[in-house]
């Protein structure tokens, strides 16, 4: 392992004002937003569509690094180029999500555990050799009455540290994603105490596996109010909120927090990370941005829905929100850069 090649990445990857672009649904979350579009859910679907992402042009002006998945770091855009070739052309840095999904956690109704650690090192050796610099693994906390139980954070917690040590072994940055999910009725101030308490345990489990932490990127859920809550808290509120539980549970060697958006909508996302940067300015120790699917590939995809013809339109729609939360990084972004879309 080098550390140094590994900070070198991590840096990067937070460089310029930038952010991720996590383009790397497994094939049945990609099919289902396809679904609802009524846009085939076919292998020459989902590769059309992140070819429209790769190729939208200016893409790098915002955007570092994207998250492929494993189905599209084999596939090629036409004219024979791999994504991973194409994205480096651009001078964006090639990601792969490499967990196997979440499933149900034995005697544990209603949690669920990220599989994928069996046969991981051999997994990460092949896609260090096809050109991938980073890797993403997504944990699923789910809060509820009783939940999430101690078993749930403590096996979460185990296996993203596991992960984090093999990719730093390869040579691959991790991204450690411990998401805490909206679903539910709770408040912003049970989110905020069970998103600690989450990255608690996590920064303990990465201190026991010995994951160095200057050579890792976190991708925490912002601290919100469940998606049933009859109180849905101000902007400035969740800033807050998450500012706050980020500063108390993440050491300043960290070399940099992205945010996942969870299902926010693009706009609030984007007013969220911008509050964080303009209230939090100079006091903040790690550089934060975002690493977001939904919230910068939505609004494109209600535009494409599998028609050729939309092809250019969506790429502005897509630039646009990559922009926006570019904006918002540097506490630039205002509502009305939303208007025009
Ligand atoms: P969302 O931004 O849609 O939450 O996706 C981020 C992500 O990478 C989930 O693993």
């Not at 004002?17 to 497994?26: H, P, Q, W």
């Not at 890792?216 to 998606?227: A, D, E, I, R, T």
């Not at 969506?314 to 922009?323: M, N």
Request: charged share 20%.
């Amino acid at each position: 392992m080098n550390d140094e090649a590994l900070r070198a990445t991590a840096a990067a990857l937070m460089a310029g004002d930038k952010g991720l672009l996590a383009m790397d649904e497994s094939n049945p979350t990609c099919n289902k937003r396809f679904a609802a579009l009524g846009i085939p859910q076919t292998e020459v679907s989902r590769r059309a569509w992140r070819e429209l992402i790769v190729t939208a042009p200016g893409l790098a002006d915002s955007i570092s690094g994207a998250i492929l998945y494993d189905e599209t770091i084999h596939q090629q855009l036409q004219g024979g180029r791999t994504f991973g070739h194409a994205l480096g052309d651009i001078g964006i840095i090639a990601g792969i999500k490499v967990d196997a999904g979440a499933k149900a956690l034995a005697g544990h109704a209603g949690e669920l555990v990220t599989e994928g650690l069996d046969g991981l090192r051999e997994r990460l050796e092949g896609y260090a050799a096809m050109g991938a610099r980073f890797a993403k693994w997504r944990a699923v906390i789910t809060i509820g009455v009783d939940l999430p139980s101690p078993a749930c954070i403590a096996v979460n917690a185990h296996a993203l540290a596991r992960y984090a040590a093999l990719c730093q072994e390869a040579g691959l940055v991790p991204i450690v994603e411990p998401e805490v999910l909206m679903e539910g009725a709770h408040t912003l101030q049970r989110c905020a105490e069970v998103t600690g308490q989450v990255l608690h345990e996590v920064l303990a489990q990465l201190y026991v596996q010995r994951v160095v932490l200057e050579g890792m990127l976190l991708k925490p859920n912002m601290v919100l109010p469940g998606l049933d809550c009859a109180h849905q808290d101000a902007v400035d509120e969740v800033a807050d909120a998450t500012v706050t539980c980020l500063l108390r549970a993440v050491p300043a060697a960290v070399p940099g927090i992205a945010f996942l958006s969870g299902g926010q909508s693009a706009e609030l996302a984007s007013a969220r990370l911008n509050a964080m940067h303009r209230r939090f300015k100079d006091r903040l120790p790690w550089p934060l941005t975002f690493s977001f699917s939904r919230a910068i590939q939505q609004p494109a995809l209600d535009i494409w829905r599998g028609d050729a013809s939309n092809v250019q339109q969506a790429q502005r729609a897509l630039l646009h929100r990559a922009a926006c939360n570019r904006a918002a990084r540097r506490g630039d972004y205002i509502a009305a850069m939303d208007i025009a879309t």
